[in-house]
């Protein structure tokens, strides 16, 4: 099935001696959207005829919009910091993975139509006209960005490459040239309630066969709520983690949590769905959409507090976003953060002896972390500085008995990407998926090594699918990833304590 | 659109090749769909892609992972009721490989 070069690890990580191999990866391209897939989300159906002109007024809007973009746009000195930052250029070695050339992308057909001296100049100070080649151009490029950030983290303006690589997909959008694995999932988000496309009677099913299961495994009646009106919280949650592993133990590790803490709590069919691929697509459009199911179902069901569950991307957008585009959360109870994640929750309820948790339930097991890039580099937990990496390391320690770290290069707000996100978790773009995650297989790899690590906790439904698919190229056993709240799962003492 | 040809009847499918109308599945299609897919078909095999079926005709959607062990550990035994055992079955992964040849859509999200 794979005709490329699994890239080798190296027996030291964060030192890369990467190839530079111009075009490696000009032939990979996403499946293009159907009409079926992007006029549900407003966008053309396919290529429009006068596209060129309707590109560069979409730009234009952009850029006046979002004042940070033609910041980012206007202040790249070619310094060179972040060239080899990327994940997609450590791992392919096509220089236009290298986040200044991807921006460049952008920035030249920007030069040329909007500032004095590319319209005067043209070519000589790197200014491009928008032809159907730089637009192929784009369109594969731009589908090699996972919007991680971590190259911004290195620039020294500060340059977000993610909000270029966003900006790039929504005026190719608007001219009807949208990715099909993204715009598909966002018009199911409208048409069901979330990415999967399951409808409430699955759904109901699901969560059913999981109180069975618990109740089997455990004795003790914990429940999975759906659309239970006058409960205290909402949990919103991928709904990845209804349907594959290891995602569902970490839903079952959450479900734990809130029945040993004595609260009540419901799931939504309605905002069934963490996750907001409207970010992906860089579309305020779709996200405001698809956030506002969120408030939807907290107002009709009539809630105090909405928690998330543990998916890296909606963190982001209820971290930083959610006031912003579904707000004001007046309703809700104020002496709760709106919104929670459920690693602060559980992190609290371990803290003051709310619930107990046993290590040695997880014994033989040594767990590192993937920090999730949107997690990591896009949001906070808790109320100190640095809580999103302290918080879930705690959280993890409490239930196993030995914990690592990876290379400091490679963690906390240095962390890399998985490979799979910004919406590229599409069996079209493996061959990326798979180069991209050298970066952390080869970090992995070493405390497997020297530490005898033999687990890796992830927050992120993307996350863990990509490793789960990734890790068998890389001669690691896809078992080897779990949930946090699985290891919570395992290491909850049910049925003492309560509060 | 690209099809399948099953003497002399044509069943279209997308890019990744999963059929447009779950419908206008036969097993003479699952069964050529297997072979492309390098999977030689034992009963164990028929027993998931029944089960498949039965599950997207009531819920239009395929099952959870949970869901599929569950009825998997049902029919053939606890033992092989664990997603290890799905993935010695369908070493693509029981959601998106016995899917396509059970003829259902292919699952999209963050999996």
Not at chain 1, 24 to 44: E, Q, R, S, T, Y
């Given at each position: 099935?794979?005709?490329?070069?699994?890239?080798?690890?190296?027996?030291?990580?964060?030192?890369?001696?990467?190839?530079?191999?111009?075009?490696?990866?000009?032939?990979?391209?996403?499946?293009?959207?159907?009409?079926?897939?992007?006029?549900?989300?407003?966008?053309?159906?396919?290529?429009?005829?006068?596209?060129?002109?309707?590109?560069?007024?979409?730009?234009?809007?952009l850029v006046k919009?979002y004042r940070s973009l033609a910041v980012y746009l206007d202040s790249c000195?070619?310094?060179?910091?972040?060239?080899?930052?990327?994940?997609?250029?450590?791992?392919?070695?096509?220089?236009?993975?290298?986040?200044?050339?991807?921006q460049?992308?952008?920035r030249?057909?920007y030069?040329?139509?909007?500032?004095?001296?590319?319209?005067?100049?043209?070519?000589?100070?790197?200014?491009?006209?928008?032809?159907?080649?730089?637009?192929?151009?784009?369109?594969?490029?731009?589908?090699?960005?996972?919007?991680?950030?971590?190259?911004s983290?290195?620039c020294?303006y500060g340059i977000d490459?993610?909000e270029i690589?966003?900006a790039?997909?929504?005026?190719?959008?608007?001219?009807?040239?949208?990715?099909?694995?993204?715009?598909?999932?966002?018009?199911?988000?409208?048409?069901?309630?979330?990415?999967?496309?399951?409808?409430?009677?699955?759904?109901?099913?699901?969560?059913?066969?999981?109180?069975?299961?618990?109740?089997?495994?455990?004795?003790?009646?914990?429940?999975?709520?759906?659309?239970?009106?006058?409960?205290?919280?909402?949990?919103?949650?991928?709904?990845?983690?209804?349907?594959?592993?290891?995602?569902?133990?970490?839903?079952?590790?959450?479900?734990?949590?809130?029945?040993?803490?004595?609260?009540?709590?419901?799931?939504?069919?309605?905002?069934?769905?963490?996750?907001?691929?409207?970010?992906?697509?860089?579309?305020?459009?779709?996200?405001?959409?698809?956030?506002?199911?969120?408030?939807?179902?907290?107002?009709?069901?009539?809630?105090?507090?909405?928690?998330?569950?543990?998916?890296?991307?909606?963190?982001?957008?209820?971290?930083?976003?959610?006031?912003?585009?579904?707000?004001?959360?007046?309703?809700?109870?104020?002496?709760?953060?709106?919104?929670?994640?459920?690693?602060?929750?559980?992190?609290?309820?371990?803290?003051?002896?709310?619930?107990?948790?046993?290590?040695?339930?997880?014994?033989?097991?040594?767990?590192?972390?993937?920090?999730?890039?949107?997690?990591?580099?896009?949001?906070?937990?808790?109320?100190?500085?640095?809580?999103?990496?302290?918080?879930?390391?705690?959280?993890?320690?409490?239930?196993?008995?030995?914990?690592?770290?990876?290379?400091?290069?490679?963690?906390?707000?240095?962390?890399?990407?998985?490979?799979?996100?910004?919406?590229?978790?599409?069996?079209?773009?493996?061959?990326?998926?798979?180069?991209?995650?050298?970066?952390?297989?080869?970090?992995?790899?070493?405390?497997?090594?020297?530490?005898?690590?033999?687990?890796?906790?992830?927050?992120?439904?993307?996350?863990?699918?990509?490793?789960?698919?990734?890790?068998?190229?890389?001669?690691?056993?896809?078992?080897?990833?779990?949930?946090?709240?699985?290891?919570?799962?395992?290491?909850?003492?049910?049925?003492?304590?309560?509060? | 659109?690209?099809?399948?040809?099953?003497?002399?009847?044509?069943?279209?499918?997308?890019?990744?090749?999963?059929?447009?109308?779950?419908?206008?599945?036969?097993?003479?299609?699952?069964?050529?769909?297997?072979?492309?897919?390098?999977?030689?078909?034992?009963?164990?095999?028929?027993?998931?892609?029944?089960?498949?079926?039965?599950?997207?005709?009531?819920?239009?959607?395929?099952?959870?992972?949970?869901?599929?062990?569950?009825?998997?550990?049902?029919?053939?035994?606890?033992?092989?009721?664990?997603?290890?055992?799905?993935?010695?079955?369908?070493?693509?992964?029981?959601?998106?490989?016995?899917?396509?040849?059970?003829?259902?859509?292919?699952?999209?999200?963050?999996?």
């Open positions: 099935m794979v005709e490329f070069q699994i890239p080798v690890l190296n027996d030291v990580p964060a030192e890369f001696d990467t190839k530079f191999t111009p075009g490696a990866m000009a032939h990979l391209k996403p499946f293009l959207a159907k009409a079926d897939h992007n006029v549900p989300l407003g966008f053309p159906g396919e290529l429009v005829d006068d596209w060129q002109k309707k590109a560069i007024d979409r730009m234009g809007d919009r000195v070619k310094c060179g910091s972040c060239a080899d930052k990327c994940h997609y250029f450590l791992g392919t070695g096509d220089p236009k993975n290298m986040p200044v050339a991807r460049d992308l952008f030249s057909v030069r040329r139509y909007f500032t004095p001296t590319g319209r005067v100049f043209g070519s000589l100070v790197g200014a491009r006209d928008l032809t159907k080649e730089v637009l192929d151009e784009w369109y594969s490029y731009f589908h090699q960005c996972s919007q991680c950030r971590r190259c983290v290195f020294p490459t993610a690589s966003m790039a997909r929504d005026v190719m959008d608007h001219i009807g040239v949208g990715m099909k694995y993204c715009n598909e999932i966002i018009a199911k988000v409208h048409k069901i309630g979330n990415n999967l496309g399951l409808p409430k009677p699955a759904l109901a099913d699901t969560l059913e066969g999981l109180e069975e299961d618990v109740q089997d495994g455990t004795g003790h009646p914990v429940r999975f709520p759906l659309d239970v009106k006058g409960a205290d919280i909402l949990l919103v949650t991928p709904s990845a983690d209804f349907f594959a592993e290891p995602h569902v133990d970490g839903l079952i590790g959450y479900a734990k949590v809130f029945h040993q803490a004595g609260v009540s709590w419901t799931m939504s069919s309605y905002a069934s769905e963490a996750g907001n691929f409207g970010m992906f697509i860089g579309s305020y459009e779709q996200m405001y959409k698809v956030s506002n199911r969120i408030r939807k179902a907290a107002l009709d069901l009539g809630v105090k507090r909405i928690v998330f569950g543990e998916c890296g991307h909606a963190w982001r957008v209820a971290y930083s976003f959610l006031n912003t585009l579904a707000g004001p959360w007046d309703f809700l109870d104020p002496a709760y953060p709106v919104p929670q994640h459920i690693i602060e929750f559980t992190y609290d309820l371990i803290k003051r002896g709310g619930i107990k948790v046993d290590a040695e339930a997880n014994q033989g097991m040594v767990l590192t972390v993937h920090d999730s890039c949107n997690v990591a580099r896009a949001s906070r937990m808790g109320t100190m500085p640095g809580g999103q990496f302290i918080l879930p390391r705690e959280v993890i320690k409490a239930c196993v008995p030995k914990f690592v770290d990876m290379h400091p290069d490679t963690i906390g707000d240095k962390t890399f990407c998985c490979g799979g996100g910004g919406g590229l978790l599409t069996d079209d773009l493996m061959e990326l998926r798979i180069k991209g995650a050298m970066p952390r297989m080869e970090a992995l790899a070493q405390v497997i090594r020297d530490e005898g690590v033999t687990h890796m906790a992830a927050m992120c439904a993307i996350c863990k699918s990509q490793f789960t698919k990734v890790l068998p190229y890389y001669g690691m056993k896809m078992e080897m990833i779990v949930s946090v709240h699985g290891l919570v799962s395992n290491a909850i003492q049910l049925g003492t304590n309560k509060i | 659109m690209p099809a399948y040809e099953i003497g002399g009847k044509s069943f279209e499918h997308d890019e990744e090749g999963y059929i447009l109308d779950v419908n206008v599945w036969t097993e003479e299609l699952a069964a050529l769909l297997a072979e492309k897919e390098g999977i030689n078909m034992t009963s164990e095999h028929w027993e998931v892609v029944n089960f498949l079926r039965e599950y997207y005709n009531e819920y239009q959607i395929a099952p959870a992972v949970r869901v599929l062990t569950k009825a998997v550990a049902k029919k053939m035994g606890a033992d092989k009721g664990n997603n290890k055992y799905l993935y010695e079955l369908f070493p693509y992964g029981p959601g998106k490989q016995a899917c396509k040849i059970a003829g259902l859509p292919k699952p999209t999200g963050c999996i």
